[in-house]
Structures are given as structure tokens and as C-alpha cells.
């Protein structure tokens, strides 16, 4: 099990280091910041008085090494448009992105998992039709229309709900629906196969044919093991709306990660884009890491296969 | 009566006098901090940039003054139809004759936010440290900043400096005249100042969300009466959701509602439409002067203005509310001159072409507009085709746009157009100067022009203002009948005022003429 966890967290390391160096070549692909930090009609002394203040006349090489040496101290580098440090920034947003995403994800589950499992129990009937066309809405409706959507119903028509920022609430119920609806969809899929694959295995039959009823046989044998994969996906899911809801986030001004992403993209922000992605990567690459000891603990399958 | 009994009657009538008017002091400070009453909320249409909280980093675009109007002032500024010397700080200035000084006197009683006093030390600080747009300039030649006296201020120069007062007051240009706390900027560091600001604007800072809300409250201080209590500026990129804020009556004020809603905004009960003409866009041909360049010949580059319908630009992307220009400089700033509006006539357009030998027209590689404005680009690709004229749309993210304006001829290789949208304020020769010159910090060598060059240097040097005037006409002259530049249209910045804000009309919340900003923000109302 030792060697197990040690090459796990090997892997873990591994793929930061690569994600880390990707982003901060990808960065600097897309051009020089300074010109959007620098006024327009800046002198080449000036903008070279810019590269020198934020250490951008270094080589790639250097400034990587130091981003490097800087983020395994914990500091992630200053915002070139904030002029804050982005571990500040970052954790200044992290509560409300944790907020939006949980939230997205309550929905998801509350509307994937029950949908799911009636259209598998429901198998080629018309409740299965429907929740097959609900996830297929859930995948093909872009989350932005949906939220203008819900702006100009639930705000503007019926007054229900404020149309964006964060505050009570009142004001988390539209972004996370607009962000769960897609999640939803995908629980609901991976719901309905996993349930369809339970359902079909030797010992639900033999439940069966013991005579349990239906509902004992769906909920106490077939659902909860049919939930494991549901809630790894959920897990997974989770971290990507606390860490890139960007396009709901702008949307509804709300103050998560995702929006400080896509300042960042927009003003060239090196610092801040690099650390957001790591701080994402950092949080995907750990669940990823617990949730494979967590199996492994389970399954000793998993440990000696791999 | 006793000596003793008439000092003690004496004293106690000082008494009472000095009670009547601590009590009427504060009265007056009370009614003018009561005066002060209701929130206005601000949608803004893009993320916030903290330099744009700090006067010392101003950025030489106009985006900072939105917010240093609010926060900061300054010694004399660009405010209503005032272009550069709207007294602010200032009570009065006055430039030498030479042009080799100018003198700054301070209102009485001014202070910072924090109840520091404005002080000429904070003056000549602000000046010397200015580390923004134009900063060189100002650097290169000021040969001393004198405190005068305790409310007097003189910057001296070595030479003589014309384009000073309106450099130094225009806010969307240069900010080295907005004065910052000496103390408290030492004590924070220009990092710490961007997060929380302390100046002698208006509205004093009370919270500041990086990137997302600046919550701001009416500073009593204030030698101007400051009408709306709370003043609260939020980032909503989104164009729909701004709308639909100010449709729910969350925001008072909304900025740059796109093309595709002006119709609606104009429609919602009790919302005024505010389309403030801001920038001015035009065609650039580079490298006309290279023999293989079509645009070489004048005919050439007649016939794309001929080509043009600059109505149906207005009205198709500002719903109508731009202006079809005939100088590609805005009349809003020193010297510029009016030119009529240039006609549409596509057959003259194709008789011109084929008498300069392009019969069947010819082909551009690319037609940039500056970005995000693309589909002015196409516009302008449709109406060029009429006359024979084809052009591919080439689009780019706006940094690498700038930077390959800043690359100069070698980026823009072969035919190409580019169409540029400009708003500068204070002079024309900051138009000239960026996008004209042989050298400009925009332009580079891609348009180069010797004669005109000369001519602009020869203004640059005169002391005297009628000849320089003279020779600015005369420029601007040459660019418009040798078409060197072809304006296309002055853009409307549209916003939009909900029915909260006391107007009687859209100018009434955007007076100030040189910016698409609401400004003075001291003088909005809105209703209890």
C-alpha cells in the first residue's frame, strides 16, 4: 500500500510540474503584457522600464525557476492588474466560488441522480425519453443563454430574483442553476448507465428472485452501488465549477476564480492566470490522488493491478 | 459701572458670539453633509484595473478618469465644455508669457480624504513623482517645481512649454496635476495606495473589491456640493446583464450598451439614453507611398472615401447615434478644424479607379479594424467590393493588435488597410503626434509624410499661438484632401440612465464633453 500511495503522489507531482511549466509557456505565448500594462503611446524606454519592474527582460528559463521556487514557498507571484498577491486574490474569490460551485453541485445531483435512476429503473419508456431529452438539453444548451434566460425571467419578468453580483442567497440561485443544469445532465447519463449496469448484474437478480420488492432492490442493492461512480464524477465536477465557471461567472458578476481567470486572460496577467490554474490543477491532481488511495483502501484489486 | 463689570460683560457677549457660531458652523457642515442623500450604483462594462485607482500610474487612456474623478482631483481639469482649465484645486493659474512658468494658487481649506491638508508640498510631490502617461515629457522639461508660498505653486521650465497647461489639465492624457497625499502615499507604497486611495476627489473610498466593486461615500470636505451619499461602481462585463440591472432599477447608470440593444434600452419606461460621441474612427493605408501600392496614387484613396456609406455605418452600429465625420480628429479638442462630412458617390468611386488603371478593381490582403470592433471591418470590406475593391477581414486579439502597430511597416507587409478608432483629448497634436508622425508612438513608419512632418516640427518649436494654429489647419488640411487618412465615423459611446437619476436630458448626467463618463459625479441627483 506504501509503494502504492508513494507512486500515486510521484504521478501527482509529476503532472503539476508539467501542467505548471504548459501554463507558464502558453502565457507567454500569447505576447507581450507590457503593452497592455503600459499607456499607448509609452516610449521603448518605458516599456522596457515595465519588463524590468516585473522581471519580464529575464529569460524564460530564469523566470520560470523563480516562479517555481516562489510556488513551492506558497507564493504564487503578484497581479500585474491587482498589484495584490494572487494567493490573496485567490482566496479572497475561493469562498464565494466554493459557494457557487456547491451549490451547482446540490442541483446537478438533485436533478442528475433522481432523473437518472427513474430513467434506468424506467428503462424504454416514456420517462426514460424524457430524462434522455433533458440531458440531451442539459449538454446542448450553452450555459450562457441559459442564464440570460433566467435573468430576463426570473429578474426582469417576475421580479423573483436580483440579476447578478453576490450578496444573500437569493443571488447564488441563478448562477448555480445555470451552472449545475449542465453537470446535471452528465449525472443523469452517468446515473442512468451505471444504474442500467447494476440492475443487469447477477446479484440484483438474485435479489429479485428472492421476492424483494422493487423499491428494496433498487434503493437498498442497486443505488448505492451504482452511486460510487456518481460521486466521483461530482467530486471531480465540483473543482471544475469552483475553479473555471468563467462564462456563468461573467454573466452574472459573479466575484468567483472563474472571473479573476478571464481578467487575467484578457489583461494578460501572467501571474494571476498561472496561479489560478495551478491552484485548479493543485485541487484536481489532490482529489484525483485521495480518491485513488480511497479506492485502493477498498479495492486491494487496484493496488496490486496497477 | 465697573471696569471689571464691563470686561466681564464683554467677555460674555464673545461667548455668545463664538457659541453662535460654532453653532452656525455646524449647522452649515451638517446641512452640507445632509445635502448628501440617496445610492447611485454604476454598471461598468469591464473589469477594474487597480492603476486606474492611482493618478501617479495614469495610463494615458481616458478608462482612469471614471475613477479619478470620484477619488482624486486636481489642479485644473477637463470638466463640462471646460477643455483643460476647469478650475478644480486651483482657484486660478496662469501661464507666463514666455510660456517658461506657470503658477497654480490653491482654493482655502482644502484637504485629502483622511483630513490632511492640500498642500503645494503635496502638489510638487504629485508632480515630481509622476510616473504615468507623458511623464517623460513633463520630466524633460520642467527644470523645477517652487513652492510658492502655502497655497501658491509654480513649475518652471526650461524652455518654453505651450502645450503645458493642456497637457497638464486634460485628464484623459496625462494626470501629473492630481494630487495625491505626500504622507500617505510614502506611508502605503504606490501597491498599497491602488487598494485603498486616499484623495480630495468628491467621494471618499469605503470599500474596494479588486476587480469587482468600489463602494465610495460623499466626502464632506468637499468645496463643491456633493448631492448622491453613496456612490457604488460594479463590474458586469456583460452587456444583457447590465441591461437588465438597470431594467430591475439595480443600477442607475449603465455604460456602453452595444449595437444590437440600443433599440430596447430606448424603449424601457422612465431610461434615457446617453450616446456620448467619443472616438473617431478612420482608415489607414500603410506603406501608400511603395510605386507597387495602390494606394499610392491619391485617385486611388479618394475612391475608397468615395466608396464608403458612412450613414449606414452610424446607423447600423451605433443605431444612428455616432456622427459621419469629416476630420478623422475630434472637434473637441485644441485647433482641430471642421471638415464636411465626405459624400458617397460609387460611380465617381469607380470612374476614379479606372482612370488611376485599376478598371477591375484590385485586392487587399487585409482590412483590420481595431479590435473588437469587427464588424465595422466587414461593413467596410461590403461597401469597398461595390466599386471593385476586395478586401479579407483580419482579426486579432487587441494587445496583439497594438503590438504589431508598434511593430511598424514590417508587420503590415503588402496591401492592407487598417481601420483605427482613436479618442484622444487636449490637442490635436496628440492625434498627430501618435498616429501621424514618422516616428509616432502609433503610427511608426508606416505612414510618412516629410512635408507634413516638417511643418509639425515647426509647430512643436513656435512660440506663437496664431502661427501655430496656422500650421496645425494647414496640416489637417493636407491629411483630408490627399486623403492620406480617410475618416469613416465618430462613435457613439451609448449609455443608458435609469429613471432614478434627476435629468431633464442625457447631458444633463454627461456634460463633460471631452470624456463618455459622467462626470463631475459631485453634481448627479438622484430621487429619494
Not at chain 1, 451552472?179 to 435479489?207: D, N
Not at chain 2, 486611388?300 to 456609406?309: G, K, Q
Not at chain 2, 514590417?410 to 488597410?417: A, F, L
Amino acid at each position: 500500500m506504501a509503494r502504492f500511495v508513494v507512486r500515486r503522489v510521484a504521478y501527482s507531482l509529476v503532472t503539476l510540474l508539467i501542467l505548471s511549466a504548459t501554463i507558464f509557456l502558453i502565457v507567454r505565448m500569447t505576447g507581450d503584457p507590457v503593452l497592455l500594462l503600459a499607456e499607448a503611446s509609452a516610449s521603448e524606454e518605458d516599456l522596457d522600464r515595465v519588463r524590468h519592474q516585473w522581471g519580464l527582460d529575464r529569460s524564460w528559463p530564469v523566470q520560470y525557476a523563480t516562479f517555481m521556487q516562489n510556488a513551492f514557498m506558497g507564493e504564487l507571484g503578484k497581479s500585474f492588474n491587482y498589484r495584490l498577491p494572487v494567493s490573496e486574490l485567490y482566496f479572497q474569490r475561493l469562498p464565494n466560488s466554493l459557494l457557487l460551485g456547491l451549490s451547482a453541485t446540490l442541483i446537478s445531483l438533485l436533478i442528475g441522480v433522481p432523473a437518472g435512476i427513474v430513467s434506468a429503473v424506467k428503462v424504454n419508456t416514456w420517462w426514460d425519453n424524457v430524462a434522455k431529452g433533458v440531458a440531451l438539453l442539459g449538454l446542448s444548451i450553452p450555459g450562457f443563454w441559459l442564464g440570460l434566460v433566467l435573468i430576463l425571467v426570473f429578474s426582469v419578468w417576475l421580479r423573483w430574483l436580483p440579476t447578478s453580483g453576490a450578496g444573500d442567497w437569493r443571488h447564488v440561485i441563478m448562477p448555480a442553476l445555470a451552472l449545475g443544469w449542465y453537470f446535471a445532465a452528465s449525472m443523469l447519463r452517468l446515473t442512468r448507465s451505471s444504474m442500467l449496469e447494476v440492475l443487469g448484474s447477477e446479484y440484483i437478480k438474485l435479489a429479485r428472485l428472492k421476492g424483494l420488492p422493487d423499491v428494496v432492490v433498487i434503493a437498498l442493492h442497486a443505488f448505492k452501488n451504482a452511486l460510487i461512480p456518481v460521486f466521483t464524477l461530482a467530486g471531480v465536477n465540483l473543482v471544475v465549477m469552483v475553479n473555471a465557471a468563467v462564462i456563468i461567472e461573467v454573466i452574472f458578476a459573479w466575484p468567483g476564480i472563474g472571473r479573476l481567470l478571464y481578467e487575467g486572460i484578457f489583461q494578460r496577467d501572467f501571474p494571476l492566470v498561472q496561479g489560478v490554474v495551478i491552484m485548479a490543477g493543485f485541487m484536481i491532481v489532490g482529489i484525483n490522488l485521495v480518491v485513488d488511495i480511497l479506492y485502493a483502501l477498498i479495492d486491494p484489486r487496484i493496488r496490486l493491478t496497477r | 459701572m465697573t471696569r471689571g463689570h464691563m470686561t466681564v460683560q464683554r467677555a460674555s457677549r464673545m461667548l455668545a458670539v463664538v457659541l453662535l457660531l460654532i453653532v452656525a458652523a455646524t449647522a452649515a457642515v451638517s446641512l452640507a453633509a445632509s445635502t448628501a442623500r440617496g445610492k447611485l450604483v454604476l454598471a461598468w462594462h469591464a473589469g477594474f484595473a487597480s492603476r486606474w485607482l492611482d493618478p501617479q500610474e495614469h495610463d494615458g487612456t481616458a478608462t482612469p478618469d471614471n475613477f479619478f474623478t470620484a477619488l482624486h482631483d486636481a489642479l485644473v481639469k477637463n470638466q463640462g465644455t471646460a477643455l483643460y482649465d476647469h478650475p478644480a484645486l486651483a482657484e486660478r493659474f496662469s501661464v507666463a508669457t514666455d510660456a517658461k512658468s506657470a503658477t497654480y494658487t490653491l482654493r482655502k481649506g482644502l484637504t485629502f480624504h483622511n483630513g490632511d491638508p492640500v498642500t503645494p508640498q503635496d502638489v510638487k510631490f504629485s508632480y515630481e513623482s509622476y510616473r504615468g502617461a507623458k511623464a517623460d515629457v513633463f520630466k524633460s522639461k520642467t527644470e523645477r517645481v517652487e513652492v510658492v508660498d502655502d497655497r501658491t505653486v509654480r513649475f518652471v521650465f526650461k524652455e518654453p512649454f505651450l502645450d503645458f497647461a493642456i497637457l497638464f489639465g486634460t485628464a484623459n492624457v496625462a494626470a501629473p496635476g492630481w494630487i495625491v497625499p505626500e504622507k500617505y502615499y510614502k506611508q502605503v507604497g504606490p501597491d498599497g495606495f491602488k487598494q485603498k486611495p486616499i484623495g480630495a476627489g468628491p467621494y471618499k473610498l469605503v470599500r474596494h473589491e479588486p476587480g469587482v466593486k468600489i463602494e465610495m461615500e460623499a466626502f464632506d470636505g468637499y468645496y463643491r456640493p456633493v448631492h448622491v451619499k453613496q456612490l457604488v461602481m460594479q463590474s458586469v462585463p456583460e452587456a444583457a446583464t447590465r441591461v437588465a440591472m438597470l431594467e430591475r432599477g439595480e443600477a442607475d447608470l449603465i455604460y456602453n450598451v452595444p449595437g444590437e440593444l440600443i433599440a430596447k434600452v430606448g424603449k424601457l419606461p422612465g431610461v434615457t439614453l446617453a450616446p456620448v460621441l467619443s472616438g473617431s474612427f478612420f482608415l489607414e493605408f500603410p506603406n501608400f507611398q511603395d510605386p507597387k501600392n495602390p494606394f499610392r496614387d491619391k485617385r486611388v484613396r479618394e475612391a475608397v472615401s468615395l466608396a464608403l456609406d458612412r450613414r449606414a455605418m452610424n446607423q447600423a452600429e451605433t443605431g444612428g447615434m455616432g456622427k459621419p465625420t469629416g476630420n478623422w480628429i475630434n472637434d473637441d479638442v485644441q485647433y482641430a478644424i471642421d471638415w464636411p462630412e465626405f459624400p458617397r458617390n460609387v460611380e465617381k468611386a469607380k470612374q476614379l479607379l479606372r482612370e488611376a488603371g485599376y478598371p477591375n478593381g484590385f485586392d487587399v490582403a487585409w482590412v483590420t479594424p481595431l479590435p473588437a470592433f469587427y464588424s465595422r471591418g466587414e461593413r467596410i470590406i461590403a461597401q469597398l467590393r461595390e466599386v471593385g475593391i476586395r478586401g479579407r477581414l483580419q482579426t486579432m486579439e487587441r494587445g496583439i493588435f497594438f503590438q504589431k502597430l508598434r511593430g511598424g511597416l514590417k508587420e503590415w507587409p503588402g496591401v492592407q488597410m487598417i481601420l483605427h478608432g482613436v479618442r484622444i483629448a487636449g490637442s490635436w497634436s496628440f492625434w498627430y503626434e501618435a498616429n501621424f508622425k514618422c516616428g509616432g508612438s502609433n503610427s511608426r513608419d508606416r505612414v510618412c509624410v516629410k512635408d507634413l512632418d516638417a511643418k509639425f516640427e515647426q509647430y512643436e518649436h513656435s512660440v506663437n499661438p496664431a502661427e501655430r494654429k496656422k500650421l496645425a489647419e494647414e496640416i489637417q488640411r493636407a491629411i483630408l484632401e490627399n486623403y492620406y487618412l480617410v475618416p469613416v465615423f465618430r462613435h457613439a459611446f451609448v449609455n443608458a440612465i435609469g429613471p432614478r437619476v434627476i435629468a431633464q436630458k442625457w447631458q444633463d448626467v454627461f456634460p463633460t464633453i471631452t470624456t463618455g463618463y459622467a462626470y463631475p459625479w459631485e453634481e448627479l441627483k438622484v430621487k429619494e
